[in-house]
T-cell receptor, first 116, second 113 residues
């Protein structure tokens, strides 16, 4: 149980275009979803926290207009990287938290974004 | 502000040898502490967590960790490493009102035969 999927697993896009990444909780309802960014050989940096039906809360320094997060249902959150640039190339990881668990997060396998 | 430090970027151990991965945290309140393992192509997997109580925590795959408040540490240990343990290990602290995690920089473990 407690499986989180991400789609796509990798994506290449051209500079200036937008790309959407999906995060789904497959067998549980996720009240809260989190988005992280991971640079090569570095830590996971929390980008934002989203609660179903509410606006996402972004961490300091994260551009909310560039990284649009939508959490429209209890099983789906999306991250849209708008007007992507090469510096947005990274590994993006989502996690989902069921309503019942404190500090209980299940992580997706990640999406590798390359902007050319 | 909360922070997590993993002093060792990379560790190499021989198969069958013991392992200790270090983690130090900074957090004003009682910390919720976690160890995760990340393997290529897979999501982060929870190894163990500490919320309260017994400071020696047992986890999956034979791992354990000890919470030492006086040293602000939560080191991960395994008595005998297997080749399949080669992966990236992350220590994390749970903080904030929204159940957020803040991760350390990770330790890459290589296991040699």
């Amino acid at each position: 149980g407690a499986v989180v999927s991400q789609h796509p697993s990798w994506v290449i896009c051209k500079s200036g275009t937008s790309v959407k990444i999906e995060c789904r909780s497959l067998d549980f309802q996720a009240t809260t979803m989190f988005w992280y960014r991971q640079f090569p050989k570095q830590s996971l940096m929390l980008m934002a926290t989203s609660n179903e039906g509410s606006k996402a809360t972004y961490e300091q320094g994260v551009e909310k207009d560039k990284f649009l997060i939508n959490h429209a249902s209890l099983t789906l959150s999306t991250l849209t990287v708008t007007s992507a640039h090469p510096e947005d190339s990274s590994f993006y990881i989502c996690s989902a938290s069921p309503s019942s668990g404190i500090y209980e997060q299940y992580f997706g396998p990640g999406t590798r974004l390359t902007v050319t | 502000a909360q922070s997590v430090t993993q002093p060792d970027i990379h560790i190499t151990v021989s198969e069958g040898a013991s392992l200790e991965l270090r983690c130090n945290y900074s957090y004003g309140a009682t910390p919720y502490l976690f160890w995760y393992v990340q393997s290529p192509g897979q999501g982060l997997q929870l190894l163990l967590k500490y919320f309260s109580g017994d400071t020696l925590v047992q986890g999956i795959k034979g791992f354990e960790a000890e919470f030492k408040r006086s040293q602000s540490s939560f080191n991960l240990r395994k008595p005998s490493v297997h080749w399949s343990d080669a992966a990236e290990y992350f220590c994390a602290v749970g903080a904030g009102t929204g159940n957020q995690f803040y991760f350390g920089t990770g330790t890459s473990l290589t296991v040699i035969p």
